[in-house]
């Protein structure tokens, strides 16, 4: 069974610091996603990797950035953390060949205050 | 451009009732759909496919191109239905997997 881990369920930051969200799959999978899941508005893609060190924007890359060194792990990385950011984060993984559905974490709910 | 909407926030029936969420989407290629589920307290997950064709907890999704829409139904809500469910397209080019999801829909099944 596919395990995407995230490091934290919950996490307090405040303004203006910088955030580390850690993610974690353990199936060789080749594409990482990380999402923002936000009352009404669904599940918003901020960044993908489709491979070790390769990375593309999502719809809301705004303020974050991301990190992929190791097949295995993609961070995310607030940058200089604002009150918007407030939100559920969400890691997900999928493997290549075809359309492949998604694999996801439990999330991260990030307060930042 | 790629969209997918689900017009609904929140779908309450009655335990025995039938369901349908719906799903609609804009997409100018050959699209591949996904429902997701998202249970109390437990992680998104994959509920079905279109391009499986099958029937998972008894719900089930057509995909209808001259509609574009992709509604998930089933004839007899029960209980632990209740979650929040999500539509998702895929209509990247390549293999990177990207999915482009719904606002979601909550379902509510009273018993």
């Known amino acids: 069974d596919v395990k995407v881990t995230q490091s934290s369920r919950y996490l307090v930051k405040r303004t203006g610091e910088k955030v580390f969200l850690e993610c974690v799959q353990d199936m060789d999978h080749e594409n990482m996603f990380w999402y923002r899941q936000d009352p009404g508005l669904g599940l918003r893609l901020i960044y993908f990797?489709?491979?070790?060190?390769?990375?593309e924007k999502g719809d809301i890359p705004e303020g974050y950035s991301v990190s992929r060194e190791k097949k295995e792990r993609f961070s995310l990385i607030l940058e200089s953390a604002s009150t918007n950011q407030t939100s559920m984060y969400l890691c997900?993984?999928?493997?290549?060949?075809?359309?492949?559905?998604?694999?996801f974490g439990d999330g991260t709910r990030l307060s930042i205050l | 451009a790629q969209r997918v909407t689900q017009p609904e926030k929140l779908l309450s029936v009655f335990k025995g009732a039938p369901v349908e969420l719906k799903c609609n989407y804009s997409?100018?290629?050959?699209?591949?759909l996904f429902w997701y589920v998202q249970y109390s307290r437990q992680r998104l997950q994959l509920l079905l496919r279109?391009?499986s064709r099958e029937s998972i907890k008894g719900f089930t999704a057509d995909l209808n191109k001259g509609e574009t829409s992709f509604h998930l139904k089933k004839p007899f809500a029960q209980e632990e239905d209740s979650a929040m469910y999500y539509c998702?397209?895929?209509?990247?080019?390549?293999?990177?997997?990207?999915?482009?999801f719904g606002q979601g829909t909550t379902l509510q099944v009273k018993p």
């Open positions: 997409y100018s290629g050959s699209p591949e």
């Open positions: 990797s489709y491979d070790v060190k390769m990375k």
């Open positions: 997900a993984s999928s493997t290549v060949g075809g359309v492949q559905p998604q694999h």
């Open positions: 279109h391009i």
């Open positions: 998702a397209l895929s209509g990247g080019s390549g293999n990177t997997g990207k999915l482009i």
